[in-house]
């Protein structure tokens, strides 16, 4: 915003952005545009279809709000012109902030639209005229099949998301939504992964692409990351500990199952610790008073769930401990990318216990380096993988990035077509937090991991 805005105008402006436009970027507060953004604003400013692929946290949501309001600032009609599918409605939510805060001088109107809360005030912001929709697939086409949305006037659709909208069984819903939308369109679609599922949806979807490709399978390099290996009936005093560390701020746990994220809270707040569970079998109602209470400090601790944290964007957050390691390599580095985001240095700590072995091998893989450990005194469980590293990094919390402990590779930098997450199958999650449409068909998720219930 305020030194801010003198710079603001330069790199944005010569992404094909007018005035109207650089003013809201001003008061989003962003300085420069980030290498997504360049990559694909000009093209689909252009009204070309984009295929954008970047991990979590790299500013996919302006790449594809910036042009939107450019290209509909212009003039408004009666019905909404573009349409934002997303997969979960705090991912909606953050998109649609975001997005009003980018049209905050164009008069653009922007909407959410997602179950799980009454329809009524939906469809009463429906009759308002709005301009831009974001929301989740079930819930939109519910509103569709009983006429409160129109979809005829849609100029740009934007799937946002688009692995985790797999992942989460909307394929099916989405194509009948696409159904309705006018052939003579722009689509526009982000995610951070490109399976071959993503990638078949991407050539039905997709005229002509302008592709960018910016997955790097590495974390952020503000974010260091290690490991403990701590036996598994350790990890709730290993965590207390942790979270009573000055540094500890603020954090946000991640359990395996909705169960273990509900009860390892309740503990913790018994504990004394300002702790409240994020997890898909809670109301929306419940759901976004947690996430409004952390942003605010109400609690200091969110402990999460894979789904309904993936995606989501928190300034600031000190820590991001896996108390239960992730199912695949690749929700690593989403997890871990909560922390760390917009430049901000992060820690992420990894409880590992003898039955992760096979996660660490194949999430040491796809990084291509080692994870750092770290050995917490009076923790040990013993794990002893063969040739593993262990280094004990005395106090090295509070410090950044020690660089002899673990061979963190330095930076990667782009790798345009390298294969990612061999091992994303067992990912699968059979929530649906769209309000419907969740189930997919013949999937079977998690099986592969042995013994590990599937719910998230
Ligand atoms: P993604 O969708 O790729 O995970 P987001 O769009 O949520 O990432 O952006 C991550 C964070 O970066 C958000 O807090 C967003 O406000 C911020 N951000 C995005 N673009 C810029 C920019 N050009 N300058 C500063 N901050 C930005
Ligand atoms: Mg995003």
Redesign the pocket.
């Given at each position: 915003m305020t030194p801010a805005t003198q710079g603001a105008g330069q790199g944005?402006a010569e992404l094909g952005l007018s005035d109207t436009i650089l003013q809201g970027?001003s008061f989003?507060?962003?300085?420069?545009?980030?290498p997504?953004?360049v990559q694909t604003i000009p093209a689909a400013v252009d009204g070309r279809d984009v295929l954008g692929l970047?991990?979590?946290?790299?500013?996919?949501?302006?790449?594809f709000a910036l042009p939107i309001l450019e290209r509909l600032r212009e003039h408004r009609k009666a019905r909404p012109r573009a349409l934002i599918i997303a997969p979960t409605r705090e991912l909606a939510t953050?998109i649609a902030e975001?997005t009003r805060a980018l049209a905050r001088h164009t008069g653009l109107r922007v909407i959410t639209i997602f179950g799980g809360v009454s329809q009524r005030m939906q469809t009463g912001a429906l009759r308002r005229h709005p301009d831009i929709i974001v929301g989740c697939p079930g819930r939109l086409l519910d509103l569709h099949d009983q006429g409160y949305l129109h979809l005829d006037e849609v100029e740009t659709l934007v799937l946002?998301?688009a692995d985790h909208m797999f992942d989460m069984g909307f394929l099916p819903t989405i194509r009948r939504i696409l159904k309705q939308l006018p052939k003579r369109r722009q689509n526009l679609l982000?995610s951070?992964t490109m399976p071959p599922d993503i990638r078949g949806l991407a050539s039905e979807v997709l005229r002509d692409p302008h592709q960018v490709e910016l997955a790097i399978s590495q974390p952020a390099q503000t974010i260091d990351h290690a490991l403990i290996a701590v036996a598994e009936d350790r990890k709730r005093d290993l965590l207390d500990r942790i979270l009573r560390r000055e540094d500890c701020r603020s954090a946000i746990v991640f359990t395996r199952t909705k169960h273990r994220a509900r009860r390892l809270a309740d503990q913790l707040w018994k504990g004394g610790h300002k702790a409240i569970a994020l997890q898909g079998n809670m109301s929306q109602n419940a759901r976004d008073k947690a996430m409004q209470g952390f942003r605010d400090g109400q609690y200091q601790i969110l402990v999460a769930t894979d789904i309904v944290a993936r995606?989501i964007?928190v300034?600031g957050v000190a820590y991001v401990i896996n108390y239960d390691v992730p199912m695949t390599a690749e929700a690593y580095t989403h997890r871990i990318?909560r922390t760390g985001?917009?430049e901000l240095a992060g820690q992420a700590l990894s409880f590992l216990t003898p039955a992760d072995k096979r996660w660490l091998k194949a999430v040491q893989k796809m990084l291509g380096a080692e994870i750092r450990r770290h050995k917490e005194k009076g923790f040990d469980s013993g794990y002893n993988e063969r040739n593993a590293p262990q280094q004990v990094v005395a106090g090295a919390f509070g410090k950044k990035k020690d660089t002899k402990a673990g061979p963190p590779r330095k930076k990667r930098g782009p790798e345009p077509g390298r294969k990612r997450g061999s091992r994303r199958g067992a990912a699968r999650s059979g929530e649906s937090p769209g309000g419907g449409g969740g189930r997919r068909p013949g999937r079977k998720p998690a099986g592969k991991r042995g013994g590990r219930p599937r719910s998230r």
């Open positions: 944005f970027i989003a507060g962003f300085d420069k545009p980030r997504i953004q970047a991990q979590t946290g790299t500013g996919k949501t302006a790449a953050q975001q946002d998301e982000f951070a995606g964007d300034q990318g985001r917009a």
